[in-house]
C-alpha cells in the first residue's frame, strides 16, 4: 500500500528518461504492477475476453472517479453518487415497467434527474455555506428515501433489454479485440469528455482556481458559485450514466449504489486528487478507478471474503492520502 | 466569548419552536395523550443511543476534527458486547471492558491518523468506518449472542420512575461539561480548535488534545454500542449504521450550536439538539409520516439546519 512512495517522486535527480519516468504519476505504475500480478495469477486475462470483462466491470467506478474529481478539485465531496446511482437503477426500472420502448425518453429523464441534483448540490454547498459534506450526505439521505418512497420500500420493476443493452451488449468480431462491450465505449466517450473538460477549457482552470483558493477567485472576478454548481452537475451526471451501466449488470436493488461514492473518492485520491480543492486529474482518476478494480479483481483471486474487500480499501484509502500528505510536506520543507 | 451567548440562544429559540409545532399537530390531530410529561420524557428516551454518540461527536468537532465512524463502531460495539455476553451474567464485566478498550483504540488510531500523519478527519474517519464495517460483516452476518436479563437494566431499568438510560445521558453530559469547563485539558481542546496555531506558540500539544478527543469520542460512540446491544437484547451489524448516527450525531452537535470549524460550543447545545431531533421525529409518528417520507424529510432537515448555522459565520465553506 505504500507503493506510490516507493516509485521515484518530484525531486528524482536531473536525467533524461529517468526524470521523465519520475514525473509520470505513480497511479500509473501501480496499475502496470497489479494488471501484471493479475497476468501472473490468471493468464487468460491477455484474451480479449480476459481484459475487456474487466474494463467492463470498472467502467461504472471509473466513470464515477471521473466526475466526482470534479466536485475534489473544487474544494468539496460529493457523497450523493451512490444514492444517485440506486435512483437511476430504480427510477429507469419504475418508468420502464410500463412502457419498454421509452428506452431514450427514460435515459433523458435520468439525465434530468442528475443535473437537478448536482445543481441543488451545488446551490447548498456553494449559496448556503452548508459544508459539502453535509449536504451531500443529506442528499443521499433524501434520495434514499425518494428511491424508497417511490418503490413503495420493495422493488419489483425488470429493466427490458433495450436498456441493459449499454451495460451488458457486447460487439462480437471487432477487428484486433474480437469483442467490444458497449460499457467500455461508454467508459471511454464520457471519460474523454470529462478530460476535454477539466484539461482544455477555460471551466477547467476556474475550477482549479476555485479549489486552489476560493476567495482569491472570487476577487479575480471567477464566478465561484456557478463554477462549484457545474462541477456538482458533473458528478451527478456521470453517477447516472455509471447507474444505467449498472442496471445493464446487476438486477434492481436498493443498494446497487451503496458505497460508490466512496469508491469513486478512493479512485481519485489514488490519482492524485488533494482533498480540500485545486489539484486534480481525471485520467489519473481513472487510472485510480482501474486500480482499485485490479486491487478487488487480485483479492477475489486469492479467495478473500468480501467484506475484506472494505477494510482493503479503507487502508488504501487513509494510506493514499498520509502518503500524500507526507510527499507534500517533504518536497514543500526541501 | 460574546458569540457564546448568542449561539446558546439559539438552540433555545429552536426548540421552543420545535416544542410548539409539537403540541400543536398533537391538539390538531386530536392526540392530547402526547402532551403529558412523562410522554415528552419518553420521547427523549428514545434519542439516548444519538444522546450518547453526539456528546462524544462535541469532542472532535470542538477540535475543529470530525468522527464519521462512529455508526460502525456503535455496531461493532453492540455486535461484540452481546457476542462476548452471550447472555451469561458473569460475563457483563469483561465484554463492557473490552468494548470500552476497542473504542479506545478506534479513537487512538482516528486521532493519530488525523493529527500525525495529518490526513484529512473525514476521510481518516470514513477508512476507518469501511475498516471496521468490514471486519464485521466478515465475522457476523446476523444477530449474534445475547445479553443477558441483568444487562438490560441500562436500557430498561427505572429509578423512581425517571429512565436509568436518561440519567445516564445526564451525568455523561455533567460530566462532559465539567471536563470541559474546568479541566485543563478541556480548556485546551477550545484553545487547539479555535486556533491550533496559537495553542502551539503557547505550548499545548495539538496532537495529544486531537487524540484525547477522538479517544473520548470513540469512547461514547462505544458507550452507545453498548446501550443498543442492551435496548436490543442483541447486537447486529447493521444497527449503527440504520441509526445513521454518523451524519445524525453531526447535525445534532451543529445544531447545538457547535462552530463545525472548532473552538465553540459545548455539550449542553448538543443535549438540546437531541430534543429538538426527538420532538422532529415524534412530530412525524403522530402527523403519521410513513417512514420513508420520514427520511426524504430527514434530510432537508439536516442540511436546513446546518445552513441555517453557517448564515451566520462568514467563514467559505469547502
Not at chain 1, 39 to 67: D, H, K, Q, T, W
Not at chain 1, 93 to 121: E, K, Q, R, W, Y
Not at chain 1, 123 to 148: E, F, H, Q
Not at chain 1, 165 to 194: H, N, Q
Request: glycine residues 12%; aromatic residues 8%; charged residues 10%.
Amino acid at each position: 500500500m505504500s507503493a506510490p512512495a516507493e516509485t521515484p517522486g518530484r525531486d528524482t535527480p536531473r536525467g533524461g528518461l529517468l526524470t521523465r519516468l519520475g514525473r509520470v504519476n505513480p497511479v500509473f505504475w501501480l496499475l502496470i504492477a497489479l494488471l501484471g500480478i493479475i497476468v501472473i495469477l490468471s493468464p487468460n486475462f491477455l484474451e480479449p475476453f480476459g481484459y475487456m470483462n474487466f474494463l467492463r466491470r470498472a467502467a461504472p467506478i471509473a466513470i464515477l472517479a471521473a466526475g466526482q474529481v470534479f466536485v475534489l478539485t473544487s474544494g468539496g465531496f460529493d457523497l450523493s453518487q451512490g444514492a444517485v446511482v440506486t435512483l437511476t437503477v430504480i427510477g429507469s426500472s419504475i418508468l420502464l415497467g410500463a412502457n419498454p420502448d421509452a428506452t431514450a425518453f427514460v435515459i433523458a429523464a435520468m439525465l434530468a434527474a442528475g443535473v437537478t441534483v448536482g445543481v441543488v448540490n451545488g446551490l447548498v454547498v456553494a449559496k448556503l455555506k452548508v459544508p459539502s459534506i453535509i449536504a451531500t450526505l443529506g442528499m443521499m439521505i433524501t434520495l434514499g428515501g425518494i428511491a424508497l418512497t417511490w418503490s413503495g420500500g420493495a422493488p419489483r420493476g425488470y429493466l427490458p433489454d433495450t436498456f441493459r443493452f449499454f451495460g451488458r451488449f457486447m460487439f462480437k468480431d471487432v477487428p484486433l479485440v474480437t469483442i467490444l462491450p458497449v460499457a467500455v465505449l461508454v467508459m471511454i466517450a464520457v471519460c474523454a469528455a470529462l478530460w476535454w473538460i477539466m484539461h482544455r477549457t477555460n471551466f477547467g482552470k476556474l475550477l482549479h482556481a476555485v479549489g486552489d483558493n476560493p476567495r482569491s477567485a472570487l476577487l479575480a472576478g471567477v464566478p465561484v458559485t456557478k463554477v462549484r454548481v457545474g462541477a456538482f452537475v458533473l458528478s451527478s451526471v456521470s453517477a447516472v450514466i455509471a447507474g444505467i451501466l449498472l442496471g445493464g449488470f446487476a438486477g434492481v436493488s436498493t443498494d446497487v449504489g451503496i458505497g460508490m461514492e466512496l469508491q469513486a473518492i478512493t479512485a481519485a485520491v489514488i490519482g492524485g486528487a488533494r482533498l480540500l480543492g485545486g489539484h486534480g486529474a481525471v485520467g489519473a482518476s481513472v487510472a485510480g478507478a482501474l486500480v482499485l478494480q485490479a486491487l478487488f479483481t487480485v483479492l477475489n483471486m486469492l479467495g478473500l471474503p468480501k467484506p475484506l474487500r472494505d477494510v482493503v480499501q479503507g487502508l488504501i484509502l487513509i494510506s493514499a492520502v498520509a502518503v500524500a500528505t507526507w510527499r507534500r510536506r517533504r518536497s514543500g520543507e526541501d | 466569548m460574546a458569540g457564546l451567548r448568542l449561539t446558546t440562544l439559539i438552540p433555545l429559540v429552536l426548540l421552543t419552536v420545535a416544542l410548539a409545532i409539537y403540541a400543536t399537530v398533537a391538539i390538531a390531530t386530536d392526540q392530547p395523550q402526547f402532551l403529558t410529561f412523562d410522554n415528552l420524557l419518553s420521547l427523549l428516551g428514545r434519542s439516548i443511543a444519538l444522546g450518547i454518540t453526539a456528546v462524544g461527536q462535541t469532542f472532535v468537532i470542538l477540535v475543529a476534527s470530525i468522527d464519521l465512524s462512529v455508526a460502525n463502531l456503535i455496531s461493532v460495539a453492540a455486535v461484540l458486547a452481546s457476542f462476548i455476553m452471550d447472555g451469561d451474567p458473569s460475563r457483563m464485566f469483561p465484554a463492557v471492558c473490552a468494548v470500552l478498550a476497542v473504542g479506545a483504540l478506534v479513537g487512538l488510531i482516528n486521532g493519530l491518523v488525523v493529527a500525525k500523519l495529518q490526513v484529512n478527519p473525514l476521510i481518516a474517519t470514513l477508512g476507518m468506518a469501511l475498516i471496521l464495517q468490514g471486519l464485521l460483516s466478515a465475522s457476523f452476518n446476523n444477530f449474534a449472542g445475547a445479553v443477558p436479563e441483568s444487562f438490560q437494566g441500562f436500557a430498561y431499568g427505572q429509578v423512581l420512575g425517571v429512565p436509568v438510560s436518561l440519567i445516564f445521558l445526564l451525568g455523561l453530559t455533567v460530566a462532559a461539561w465539567g471536563f470541559l469547563k474546568f479541566t485543563r485539558a478541556g480548556s485546551n481542546i477550545y484553545s487547539v480548535g479555535g486556533n491550533a496555531e496559537a495553542a502551539k506558540l503557547a505550548g499545548i500539544s495539538a496532537t495529544k488534545v486531537i487524540v484525547m478527543a477522538h479517544v473520548l469520542c470513540s469512547l461514547c460512540a462505544a458507550t452507545a454500542g453498548l446501550y443498543l446491544a442492551s435496548r436490543l437484547r442483541s447486537g447486529a451489524p447493521w444497527i449503527g449504521r440504520d441509526g445513521v448516527y454518523d451524519l445524525e450525531s453531526i447535525a445534532v452537535v451543529v445544531i447545538g450550536g457547535t462552530a463545525l470549524a472548532g473552538g465553540r460550543g459545548g455539550v449542553w447545545g448538543t443535549l438540546v439538539g437531541v430534543m429538538i431531533f426527538s420532538l422532529i421525529d415524534s412530530t412525524f409518528n403522530i402527523a403519521g409520516i410513513d417512514a420513508f417520507a420520514k427520511q426524504i424529510l430527514r434530510g432537508v432537515i439536516i442540511v436546513a439546519a446546518v445552513a441555517f448555522y453557517v448564515a451566520r459565520s462568514k467563514r467559505m465553506a469547502a
